[in-house]
C-alpha cells in the first residue's frame, strides 16, 4: 500500500512540476446565432476552448496551483450567412493577486470585435507557433486569436513582477499578429484594420520609443499595489508616480492603443485607492485621471472631488 502512495504522489509531483499557466474561464453566448443552428454546437465548443486553453503549456515555466493566472474569455457569436462561419465579439479579462491579501487586482479588460472563424461541432482546435495560419485560414484564426491574447496575458502578468518580464510573450503575440491567417472577413491583424486592434497593441509594447510602459506596469504592481497592505500611503503615493509618468508619456505620444488599454481595466480600483486618501493626493489623482482615461473623467469627478 506504501509502494501505491508513492508512486501516486510521485505521479502528482511530476503533474504539477509541469503544471499549466492559466485558470481559465471560458463562456461562449449563442444568443445572436439563428435558430436554423443547433445550439449544441456552441456548447461543445466552449467544451474545446476550455480544454484548448487550460491543458496546453504556453510557456516554459513551471507554475504552481497558486500561482496560476486567473483569466476568463466571453465569446459572443453570431451567425454570417455561410455554413459553420460565425463573427464574435471577444472579451479578455486577467488579475493578478495583490501581495498579502485575497484581492485580485484588474489587469487586462479589453474586448476583440474582429473576429471571424469557422467551427463544426467536434472540430479539433489546433494551433502552432510556426504555422499560425493552418490549413483552413478561418478555422485557425479563431485559436490564432486566442493564442495573441493568452500570450498577452502572460507578457501583462510577468510584467507586473519583474521589469520587463513579459517581452518574449509580447514576441510571441508579435509572431501570431506578423503570421496571421488571412482571407474574407478576417481582421483585426493589420495596421490598416483600424487603429485598435491586435496589431497596434503588439505594436505599442514593443515599441522602443514606448519602453517606459513596461516600467509603468512593474512600478503600479510591485511598488504600488503591493504596498497597499502593509503600506498604504507608500503604495498611493507609488500610483501617483504612475499616473505622473503616464502623464508625461501621453504628451510625449498622443493616440497610442496601450494607454486606454491600460485604464480599461482600472476605473474603479484608481478610485477605490484614492478614496481613501488626503485631499491632496485626490486633487492630484483627479488632475492626472481626467486626462489619461477620458471616458472615466466622470466617475472620477464624482468620486475624488
Not at 27 to 56: C, E, M, P, W, Y
Not at 88 to 116: E, G, H, K, M, W
Amino acid at each position: 500500500m506504501k509502494k501505491v502512495f508513492l508512486f501516486i504522489s510521485f505521479l502528482f509531483c511530476i503533474y504539477n512540476s509541469h503544471a499549466q499557466e492559466l485558470r481559465a474561464r471560458v463562456n461562449v453566448i449563442s444568443n445572436r446565432v439563428g435558430n436554423n443552428v443547433n445550439k449544441k454546437i456552441f456548447q461543445t465548443l466552449q467544451t474545446a476552448l476550455t480544454d484548448f486553453i487550460n491543458t496546453r503549456k504556453w510557456s516554459s515555466d513551471n507554475f504552481k496551483t497558486n500561482e496560476k493566472i486567473d483569466c476568463s474569455f466571453l465569446l459572443n457569436v453570431e451567425s454570417t450567412g455561410d455554413p459553420d462561419v460565425y463573427k464574435a465579439s471577444l472579451t479578455i479579462q486577467s488579475a493578478r493577486p495583490v501581495f498579502n491579501s485575497t484581492y485580485l487586482s484588474p489587469v487586462i479588460n479589453y474586448q476583440d470585435n474582429d473576429l471571424t472563424f469557422k467551427y463544426a461541432e467536434f472540430q479539433q482546435l489546433e494551433f502552432s507557433e510556426t504555422r499560425v495560419s493552418g490549413n483552413d485560414p478561418l478555422a485557425s484564426n479563431l485559436t490564432a486569436v486566442i493564442a495573441y491574447w493568452i500570450n498577452m496575458i502572460l507578457g501583462f502578468d510577468y510584467d507586473s513582477f519583474s521589469p520587463n518580464g513579459g517581452g518574449v510573450y509580447f514576441q510571441k503575440a508579435q509572431n501570431i499578429v506578423n503570421n496571421s491567417p488571412e482571407g474574407r472577413g478576417i481582421s483585426g491583424w493589420k495596421a490598416f484594420d483600424g487603429t485598435r486592434n491586435r496589431y497596434w497593441l503588439a505594436e505599442n509594447l514593443l515599441n522602443s520609443r514606448y519602453t517606459i510602459f513596461h516600467d509603468v506596469m512593474y512600478n503600479y504592481y510591485r511598488k504600488g499595489m503591493d504596498q497597499m497592505y502593509e503600506h498604504p500611503e507608500l503604495g498611493r503615493s507609488e500610483i501617483l508616480n504612475v499616473l505622473n509618468t503616464l502623464n508625461t508619456f501621453n504628451t510625449d505620444n498622443a493616440n497610442t492603443m496601450i494607454l486606454p488599454f491600460f485604464f480599461q481595466s482600472k476605473t474603479q480600483e484608481l478610485i477605490k485607492i484614492f478614496a481613501k486618501g488626503t485631499q491632496s493626493e485626490k486633487a492630484r489623482a483627479l488632475e492626472f485621471l481626467q486626462k489619461l482615461d477620458v471616458t472615466s473623467a466622470g466617475k472620477y469627478s464624482d468620486a475624488l472631488k
